[in-house]
C-alpha cells in the first residue's frame, strides 16, 4: 500500500506539490491525470524515491521510498523519456537489472522479448521513441515489481502494442496483486484499464475515487425545452457546464441520477435523456469547476 499525507514538494521559490494526502491500495491500477504542470512526473519520481518530500510523508508498505533499496528493489518506474546506457542493448540489461532486483525473472525476460518485436542484440539508444517505450516495459515487467509507476507510458506505442500492455498489466495485477501507478493525458486508455483515479491540478488533488464511483456522481444529459430555463431555476443539484443551441440544452452535474432527472422534470421539459460519461468529459468538468478551461485561457 501507498499512502501520503500532506506531501509536499518544492523546486526554488515552486511548490510543485502541495499537501497531497492519498491512498493507492495493493493491487490497483490508479489513474493519474491532470493539467500541464500539475505535479504528475514530480509525484512518481518521489514514490519512486527519486526525489526527496520537502514536507509531509510518503510510504510504500510502511517504508520511505527514498534512499531506501529495499524499497526501491520492489518498485519501478518507467520515466516519460526512459534512459538507457549509450551502447546498451536488451542482453546488456540482463546483468544490469538483475543485479539491483532481487526478483528478476529471466524466464519472463525471455517470454517478454517474444511478445515485443524488439532486436534484442540491437543498440536502444538508436531504436524509435516506441521501441524504447517497449524495451522499458519488457526491462520493467522482468525485475517482477510489486509497484509499477508508468509515465505516459502509451506515449509511441501503436494500437496493438498499447492493448498487449494493458493485457499485460491487468494479468500481473489480477496473478500476483501487482499496484499500478500510470500518469497519462490518453483518458480513453485509462479509462479501460484503472479502477481508481486521482485528479492533480496546480501540484494539489481535485479528488482521489474509485472510477465507477466518479462516473456515478456526475452526469451528462441532453434535454428540449420550450423555452429553455434559466440554469438557476436547477434546484437541487451542481451544474458543472452547460450548453444551449436552440431548445437543446447540453448538462453536465453533479448529484444522484435521481436529483439531476427531477431538477430537469421539475422545468417541464418535452424530452430529456441521460447519456454515458467518459472519463475525459469527467476530467474536463471538474477542471472547469477549477477555473482551468478554454475560455479562461484564451481570455
Not at 95 to 100: T, V
Request: proline share 5%.
Amino acid at each position: 500500500m501507498i499512502t501520503m499525507n500532506g506531501l509536499t514538494k518544492r523546486f526554488g521559490q515552486v511548490e510543485a506539490l502541495q499537501q497531497i494526502s492519498c491512498r493507492i491500495e495493493t493491487g490497483s491500477i490508479y489513474g493519474l491525470v491532470g493539467s500541464n504542470g500539475a505535479g504528475k512526473s514530480t509525484l512518481l519520481r518521489i514514490l519512486a524515491g527519486v526525489y526527496r518530500p520537502d514536507g509531509g510523508s510518503v510510504e510504500v508498505d510502511g517504508l520511505p521510498p527514498f534512499e531506501r533499496p529495499e524499497v526501491k528493489g520492489r518498485t519501478f518506474f518507467v520515466p516519460d523519456f526512459p534512459y538507457f546506457l549509450p551502447h546498451a542493448t536488451l542482453d546488456d540489461c540482463v546483468s544490469l537489472y538483475g543485479r539491483f532486483y532481487p526478483n528478476w525473472d529471466q524466464k519472463r525476460f525471455e517470454q517478454l522479448c517474444g511478445m515485443f518485436p524488439l532486436p534484442r542484440k540491437g543498440k536502444i539508444a538508436q531504436f524509435s521513441k516506441g521501441m524504447q517505450r517497449q524495451a522499458a516495459l519488457i526491462t520493467a515487467l522482468a525485475t517482477r515489481p510489486d509497484y509499477l509507476l508508468l509515465d505516459e507510458v502509451f506515449d509511441g506505442l501503436d494500437p496493438v502494442m498499447r492493448q498487449l500492455l494493458k493485457r499485460l498489466l491487468s494479468e500481473e495485477v489480477a496473478g500476483r496483486e501487482m499496484t499500478v501507478l500510470i500518469a497519462s493525458h490518453n483518458l480513453r486508455e485509462l479509462e479501460d484499464l484503472c479502477d481508481h483515479v486521482g485528479l492533480l491540478h496546480r501540484g494539489g488533488i481535485l479528488f482521489d475515487r474509485d472510477l465507477d464511483e466518479l462516473k456515478l456522481g456526475i452526469h451528462k444529459v441532453q434535454a428540449v425545452f420550450k423555452p429553455v430555463p434559466e440554469l438557476t431555476a436547477f434546484e437541487g443539484i451542481e451544474i458543472l457546464s452547460a450548453t444551449v443551441r436552440g431548445s437543446l440544452l447540453n448538462l453536465v452535474a453533479r448529484g444522484t441520477r435521481q436529483q439531476v432527472l427531477d431538477a430537469l422534470d421539475a422545468q417541464n421539459p418535452v424530452f430529456r435523456e441521460v447519456l454515458p460519461l467518459t472519463l475525459e468529459e469527467v476530467f474536463i468538468s471538474e477542471m472547469e469547476a477549477a477555473g482551468y478551461d478554454i475560455d479562461n485561457i484564451l481570455g
